[in-house]
Structure formats: structure tokens, C-alpha cells
């Protein structure tokens, strides 16, 4: 299976990308726990049905050693006990930030304010931030129908 378009050969496309990573690469230095930034790239990429982003996430987490466990239960978080309080409220944050159309006014107050009991405000920012770029991205590829499978670690510019 070949890409509709190739998103990285694409001018157009590749320039605004450039943009994005470096969105990313603020994400990937803030003080939001690297584990948690996967964890929340992949509930995104989950919900979204981006298996380009599903794969590069589990296979990043997994080669910074995060549990084939924790990995499998992402999807099942809420019944899930191997995940930190903190981590809960970023998942939960999460799935009202990526599903925005489902609920009529987003994220709802309690969910906020649960994230912020576990998360500065510096982590929140990178929280938030890290949502919508991960619907950006989970987008692009869902749409132009990318290829998964075949991605190694560290292979490209990631972030989250």
C-alpha cells in the first residue's frame, strides 16, 4: 500500500511539518514526564485510528522501557490500575480534548480541573499542546492512508 501523498516530499507539507516538530520538540522538553507524553501520544493516535502514530509511540515507549503492560492497557486505562493518578487525568484529558465533537463543550471543568490537581501549569500547557499536535499529525496520516508496520525507533524527528 502506497500513501496518497508523500507527506515528507510535499513541499507544502514538509515546511508546515517543520513547524509541528518544533511544537514537538517543546513538548519533548518541558517538564511533562517523557512516560506520560507517550502514553497520552497513543491514547490520541488510539482514539483517531492512526496506526502510523500507534506504532512509532508503542515502539518509542517500548525502546525507553516503558512495560509491554502498561502499553496494552492504554486503551483500557480506566480499568487499568498500572497507571499513576497523574497519568489517569492526562489520559482522561486526553480522550475530552481528541474528541471535541462528541461532548458539546470540550473538556469539561472537572476533567481540567483533575488535570490540574496532578500537573503544574507549565505541564498542563505541554499537555495540551501535545493533544492538539497529536490530532494534527494523527490526521494528516489518516487521511493521506500511510503505511504502518515498518517504523524503528528514533527512525525520525519524533516528539511526545
Known amino acids: 500500500m502506497e500513501a496518497r501523498l508523500n507527506l515528507l516530499d ?5 515546511k ?3 513547524h509541528i516538530f518544533s511544537a514537538g520538540k517543546a513538548v519533548a522538553d518541558s517538564t511533562l514526564p ?10 490520541a493516535s488510539q482514539i483517531n485510528g492512526c496506526g502510523v502514530c500507534v506504532d512509532m509511540h508503542t515502539k518509542e515507549a517500548a525502546h525507553a522501557g516503558e512495560s509491554s503492560m502498561r502499553l496494552n492497557l492504554v486503551v483500557a486505562w480506566r480499568e487499568a490500575r498500572v497507571f499513576t493518578d497523574a497519568e489517569r487525568a492526562a489520559l482522561e484529558l486526553t480522550e475530552q480534548g481528541t474528541r471535541i465533537a462528541d461532548a458539546a463543550g470540550g473538556v469539561t471543568d472537572e476533567v481540567w480541573a483533575n488535570a490540574a490537581k496532578h500537573h ?5 500547557a505541554a499537555l495540551v499542546l501535545l493533544i492538539a499536535i497529536m ?3 494523527n490526521r494528516l496520516n489518516v487521511i493521506v492512508q500511510q503505511p504502518v508496520g515498518d517504523y524503528q525507533p528514533g527512525q525520525h524527528i519524533h516528539f511526545g
Open 10 to 14: 510535499n513541499p507544502v507539507v514538509a
Open 16 to 18: 508546515s511539518l517543520k
Open 34 to 43: 517523557a512516560a506520560t507524553q507517550q502514553l497520552v501520544a497513543l491514547r
Open 120 to 124: 503544574d501549569e507549565a505541564q498542563l
Open 135 to 137: 490530532n494534527t499529525v
